[in-house]
């Protein structure tokens, strides 16, 4: 019997505006930050997760969190299991709390800090990595740890249960081809728009030298210097190459159809966020006007609820579920779960900070359990901090493979959480950010 003791957080923020790393027409200047959750037990084990942020704000983000996680203080890990659905549930439904949402923002984020720090825990306890400890779940607790309120229209338990159970057969194949081949990843290290056209065509050519099956550059802040930087790109990989952009919701509905319509000629993979993430119609009429180049986004969504309306109003053809912006593995599961049944594939989105140490193991247990293996699924990867991390995510020939330690992921260096805790880590404190 292991019990959940005490919670701490830590306020990690690592200053990454200084290199113009994850700069795109919105974020001119992020700090790549982690509201970081530790739910200490009585045994040995810790269970760890992080929301990203970009720096300014992540206070607001780890107040948050630390109301959240009074609520599961006390706890024994196999009832927690038992009840993850329930206490999802709770975690949302909060009378009080429930105003500064719902299901969307702080306190959204701060429910799926707890969760992902529980299945942290499950995970480790039962010595499972999480795509594995998740993989090996019987269909029917999958389907009990989702909330099905606000998307029983879309999505309901008999249904959840039937795309699983259609896969169970599968699983044990799909799990050998995952660990011997891993899930195919594509990058945006070359994409930023602060970098030199030198830097995004060098950093390009590694890119596709190292095996990754699409490279994304980011878009939105000047039609002629995306026109520019697309017709270099095409000129270094050829016509054929998959490359997708990003605007990071710079545009109205109008302008982006008109400025994807006036770049259809690079044969995009994807435009990615072309505007706000709660306008889904928007997206749907962008999707309709700019066809054939596919619509994508998600790493905003706020809920599943956003994602079935996206869904349900064939806005989008790929989907990016992000690690922390939704409610953690249980609103995730939710998801990927609607995804498979209106056939999208999802394309986790990662980068920030432990977001592709996080994310890797929904994608790998869609590739066992759910959608199994096929051409649809890339997993974003961005080659920065991830030395902060127990456990890098690792790249082989351009696909994720499957970590090894237990757990979800998200396990930081107590170094590095003690060197970049903001504002009195040793970084810092130094004023080396000045
Ligand atoms: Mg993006």
Not at 120 to 142: C, H, R
Request: with cysteine; hydrophobic share 40%.
């Amino acid at each position: 019997m292991t019990r959940i003791i005490s919670s701490e957080s830590f306020d990690v923020r690592f200053p990454t505006s200084t290199m113009l790393d994850g700069s795109d027409a919105m974020n001119a200047d992020p700090d790549y930050s982690a509201a970081y959750l530790r739910l200490k037990t009585d045994n040995s084990i810790t269970g760890d997760s992080l929301v990203f942020t970009i720096g300014r704000g992540n206070e607001v983000q780890i107040a948050a969190i630390n109301i959240l996680a009074e609520k599961v203080v006390g706890l024994d890990l196999d009832d927690a299991f038992t009840n993850i659905g329930a206490i999802a549930k709770e975690l949302s439904s909060d009378s009080q709390l429930r105003w500064l949402g719902p299901d969307k923002g702080v306190f959204h984020m701060a429910a799926g800090a707890v969760l992902n720090a529980l299945w942290d825990l499950f995970s480790k306890n039962k010595g499972q990595p999480l795509w594995k400890f998740l993989s090996d779940m019987k269909p029917k607790e999958i389907v009990g740890a989702i909330d099905f309120r606000y998307i029983s229209d879309a999505l309901n338990s008999d249904e959840a249960l039937e795309i699983l159970n259609r896969q169970e057969a599968n699983k044990s194949k799909n799990e050998s081809l995952l660990l011997s081949r891993g899930v195919p990843a594509y990058t945006t290290t070359p994409g930023w728009l602060g970098y030199s056209d030198e830097k995004m065509l060098k950093l390009t050519q590694e890119a596709v030298s190292e095996g990754f099956s699409l490279v994304k550059f980011k878009c939105g802040k000047s039609l002629i210097d995306d026109r520019r930087r697309l017709t270099k790109i095409r000129e270094l990989v050829g016509p054929d190459f998959p490359i997708a952009i990003d605007a990071n919701q710079v545009w109205d509905v109008d302008s982006a159809i008109s400025w994807i319509n006036s770049l259809s000629e690079f044969n995009l993979r994807w435009i990615e966020e072309p505007t706000h993430p709660d306008d889904v119609l928007g997206h749907a009429r962008i999707a309709r006007e700019v066809s054939p180049t596919p619509v994508a986004t998600g790493e905003m969504a706020s809920s599943r609820i956003i994602f079935k309306q996206l869904l349900q109003s064939k806005a989008i053809s790929v989907m990016q579920i992000d690690a922390s912006r939704v409610a953690g593995v249980n609103e995730n599961i939710a998801n990927v779960l609607m995804a498979a049944k209106f056939g999208i594939p999802v394309c986790p989105h990662a980068g920030g900070v432990g977001l592709c140490e996080m994310v890797q193991h929904i994608a790998m247990w869609d590739s066992v359990s759910v959608t199994g293996h096929h051409s649809g699924r890339v997993v974003e990867y961005v080659d920065h901090l991830h030395e902060h991390f127990l456990e890098p995510a690792l790249i082989s020939k351009g696909h994720y493979m499957p970590p090894t330690l237990p757990g979800a992921g998200a396990n930081m260096h107590q170094s590095s959480i003690d060197t970049y805790v903001f504002p009195l880590g040793e970084y810092w404190m130094n004023g080396a950010h000045t």
